[in-house]
């Protein structure tokens, strides 16, 4: 049911609005926050537009980043976790809290490896694969581009 309070985050018309403005301007993800409330909606690699409640994160502290070398790049068991916008990496939720992820850990799909900051909001990003972080690809607090590789999955 369809709520009818103008200022709803949650409101069926504003969602509707919210993603034809995605589509007319190739966005590929709009996140809102309002007090206590908070919306994402992401245009996926599946075609369609799932919408995921998230909270706002803080920024992180400079973590080091693993080396890639281009042997390992070569390697067919070896898949990347992508940069789904442009925006400022982070490898953890704030600067007091450990990294996402290290070289080594495992992860699942769900798994939140990192945030990037995009005008002000942190975008949790989620591995979207399973298997074994073998690489960090960027620095902490470095500035990324949309599919820039950040991560290295065995």
């Known amino acids: 049911m369809a709520t009818t309070d103008p200022g709803d985050v949650f409101d069926v018309k504003r969602i509707r609005r919210l993603v034809k403005l995605m589509e007319d301007h190739n966005l590929g993800e709009v996140d809102l926050q309002q ?4 919306i994402r909606i992401r245009r996926g690699a599946e075609g369609g537009v799932p919408i995921v409640a998230a909270a706002p994160v803080a920024a992180a502290p400079v973590a080091p980043a693993a080396e890639s070398s281009p042997a390992a790049a070569d390697d067919a068991n070896v898949k990347l ?6 925006g ?4 953890a939720s704030s600067p007091e809290a450990a990294p996402y992820v290290k070289v080594g850990d495992p992860i699942g799909p769900d798994s939140t490896v990192c945030v990037i900051e995009a005008m002000k909001v942190f975008n949790e990003i989620p591995a979207e694969t399973s298997g074994k972080i073998v690489a960090v690809l960027v620095e902490n607090g470095d500035p990324v581009e949309f599919g820039q590789p950040l991560f290295k999955v065995e």
């Open 88 to 91: 400022t990496f982070y490898a």
């Open 81 to 86: 976790i992508k940069s789904p916008m442009v």
């Open 35 to 38: 007090g206590e409330q908070s």
